[in-house]
């Protein structure tokens, strides 16, 4: 009967009830959009750097997790020659990485070492570079900026011919000849990282401790150790602290919100309120119901927000498309959900202690 | 006190503060009501005789004076107290009947099983006294769709569906027309004679009053003449 005395009261002010959902919703849509970049940009990392078939990326002291934020100072020519000639190497790749948009990077590369490196470059059409200004681009790119084999793609100010289009996470979308890179950024025999593929991936940790020992103040990171290093960047980048404060501000506009409607909602039903004390209703069954209705609110403004949440993504990959990899992360929809109705109940305190001390003969005759 | 006393008040005074000002309501009330009895309160407004229901069913304590109700003394109950007297002891009809308007006829009448913990099912008594109210072909419609007679008849399930011990009736026929007032005086009368029920009721209207076995005149927070 509860349940039923709150669905009709949603029921009857359904543009307060729709109001109430949209405003709840948009901070549910933010905790998830940020969430699902967050997750996304992490994971389209960590796949492209696996696709590379690498067992180890070596990186310069000062490098940051993420390469393209950092400059090429590693030697090419002495740094490859030593780490080929390290046991248990198999084949080596040296890259430069230059970044063309906040999350879009370009990668430098020799084709031979990058076919070496996985094992065959995995083409959906075309092929290798044929000339300096020759661009390689993989499925997400292509379908996202609408390119196939023979456009041009504007990149460094630059057009560059559409040679191939490989499948997804090799690497990077975007991948230009090593030289022509080095010499648009005058970086000529310098590479931003090396990957080194190893003979059998189960030496993987010997080798990283030999080269740790052996070069100390470089990088030498493991691909599983890269997906917890891009994770820990992503948030040192202030990701989780920005998600920390939207969760802030969602609980603060659930319980804004919920006050709000719920307040409104009492003094429209202090009659109502008047009928139910009149009937015996206690103090803890008036305070049941409004909390009730509060927490419908709540989950109906978390369903709203992960709607909307589906919209954003299809807003952003429209407007930037081939940038921001964003995903829709199943497990924060109860993490929303709990945040929205920590919200909605601390909201409904106050309209609920109110509605539960309202003298009942004031109540019955007020009009 | 008598067990054949349902009501038994005595020296009953309450003052209504209002801003600064006390506004005496009742003044030294006496009045006994026997069980299955059913007696009419007439009076001028402002006599008293809301005030007297009120605290009779619990909705506000006495500031003084002793009021028993079917065994409990009123003015030693706390909030609380009165708040169960009201699940199960007293059943209210008022002059605006005072449905739920989002619910149903079948759910207000629903909603005071349940506020009581009673059974989802009513009893037979209660199936005959519904059929009693003419009311079995409207109770899935909301009060918005309901005639003034009607919700008055609703109204008066809710009521008794708890099997009150005693039923307040604040000017029943206040908002009815001539016939509805008839109905609803007639299914009171009714539900007093067969099923024994213990019934007070407010009104203006001399006609009305001579349902009740007695009739209770007040004025000035005082009982002026029993007849």
Redesign the interface.
């Known amino acids: 009967m509860t349940g039923k005395l709150v669905l009709e009261n949603l029921k009857h002010k359904p543009m307060r009830s729709l109001l109430s959902f949209l405003l709840i919703g948009i901070p549910v849509t933010l905790i998830l959009t940020l969430v699902g970049l967050s997750h996304g940009m992490i994971d389209d990392s960590n796949r492209r750097a696996r696709g590379s078939g690498a067992d180890l990326v070596v990186r310069a002291p000062t490098s940051a997790a993420f390469a393209s934020m950092s400059t090429a100072t590693m030697p090419e020519q002495k740094f490859l020659a030593y780490f080929s000639s390290q046991p248990h190497v198999k084949a080596v790749m040296g890259v430069v990485v230059h970044t063309v948009e906040l999350v879009l990077a370009i990668n430098g590369i020799d084709y031979d070492q990058f076919n070496r490196m996985t094992g065959g470059v995995r083409f959906v059409k075309g092929g290798p570079f044929q000339g300096p200004y020759d661009v390689l681009i993989d499925r997400y790119y292509a379908q996202q900026k609408h390119k196939a084999v023979g456009d041009t793609i504007n990149l460094l100010n630059r057009d560059w011919r559409v040679c191939g289009v490989i499948e997804e996470g090799q690497l990077a979308h975007l991948l230009v000849p090593l030289k022509t890179l080095q010499e648009l950024d005058e970086v000529n025999g310098k590479l931003n990282q090396i990957y080194l593929k190893l003979d059998n991936s189960a030496n993987t940790d010997m080798v990283k401790a030999e080269l740790k020992q052996a070069l100390p103040e470089y990088q030498i990171i493991s691909m599983e150790d890269l997906a917890s290093l891009v994770r820990e960047s992503v948030n040192r980048q202030g990701l989780s602290d920005f998600t920390a404060v939207v969760i802030g501000i969602a609980i603060v506009i659930g319980f804004a919100v919920v006050c709000l409607s719920m307040y409104m909602a009492v003094l429209q039903r202090t009659r109502e309120i008047g009928i139910l004390k009149s009937l015996g209703a206690s103090k803890s069954f008036i305070v049941r119901i409004i909390w009730a209705e509060a927490l419908l609110l709540g989950l109906g403004g978390t369903a709203f927000g992960i709607v909307l949440s589906y919209g954003a993504r299809w807003v952003i990959v429209t407007l930037k498309p081939a940038s921001f990899q964003i995903e829709i992360v199943y497990l924060w929809w109860p993490i929303a959900a709990g945040i929205t109705l920590a919200g909605a109940t601390l909201g409904a305190l106050y309209p609920g202690l109110s509605a539960a001390s309202h003298d009942p003969i004031e109540a019955l005759s007020y009009e | 006190m008598s067990s054949a006393r349902i009501i038994e008040i005595r020296s009953l005074h309450k003052i209504y503060r209002v801003g600064k000002v006390d506004v005496p309501a009742l003044r030294g009330v006496d009045l006994a009501v026997k069980r299955g009895e059913f007696l009419s309160i007439v009076g001028p407004s402002g006599s008293g005789k809301s005030t007297l229901f009120?605290i009779i069913?619990g909705?506000?304590p006495p500031s003084s004076g002793q009021v028993r109700v079917a065994d409990q003394d009123l003015a030693a109950l706390t909030?609380?107290g009165r708040?169960?007297?009201?699940?199960?002891t007293v059943g209210?009809v008022?002059q605006k009947f005072?449905?739920?308007?989002?619910?149903t006829a079948r759910?207000n009448i629903?909603?005071?099983r349940?506020?009581?913990g009673t059974d989802s099912k009513p009893d037979p008594q209660f199936e005959e006294a519904l059929r009693a109210l003419s009311i079995a072909n409207r109770l899935d419609h909301k009060p918005s769709a309901l005639s003034g007679g009607e919700q008055q008849r609703v109204a008066i399930a809710?009521a008794i569906v708890n099997h009150p011990a005693i039923l307040l009736a604040d000017e029943p026929t206040g908002n009815l027309d001539t016939e509805n007032s008839k109905a609803v005086l007639e299914i009171l009368r009714d539900l007093n004679e067969r099923l024994g029920q213990t019934i007070l009721m407010i009104t203006h209207n001399p006609e009305a009053a001579q349902y009740g076995h007695r009739i209770v005149i007040m004025r000035d927070g005082r009982i002026m003449e029993t007849t």
Request: charged letters at 20%; aromatic letters at 10%.
């Open positions: 009120h069913g909705l506000t909030d609380a708040t169960n007297l009201r699940k199960r209210f008022f005072n449905l739920l308007p989002n619910l759910d629903a909603v005071a349940y506020i009581a809710r």
